[in-house]
C-alpha cells in the first residue's frame, strides 16, 4: 500500500481511537455510581461505503472501582 493510503488510515483510526474513548469515558461519567464495578458489552461495527466491507469487534469494558 502507499504511503498517502497508509496516512490517511493512521489518521482515520485515531480519529476513531480517541473520540471513541472520550465518548464512553463521558457515558461512565453521566452513569455515576451505577456503572461503577460493572461489566459492560461494547460493540463497535465499521462499515466502509463503496468497499461492502463490514468490521464488528465486540469485547467488554469493566466500570470504574467502587
Do not use: C, W, Y
Not at 31 to 60: C, N, P, Q, W, Y
Request: net charge negative; proline share 2%.
Amino acid at each position: 500500500m502507499d504511503d498517502e493510503f497508509n496516512m490517511s488510515l493512521r489518521k482515520f483510526l485515531k480519529q476513531v481511537g480517541v473520540t471513541s474513548q472520550q465518548a464512553i469515558e463521558e457515558a461512565v461519567r453521566s452513569a455515576g455510581a451505577d456503572a461503577a464495578g460493572k461489566e459492560f458489552t461494547a460493540r463497535m461495527e465499521l462499515t466502509i461505503e463503496g468497499l461492502d466491507m463490514r468490521h464488528v469487534v465486540e469485547s467488554t469494558i469493566k466500570g470504574p472501582s467502587e
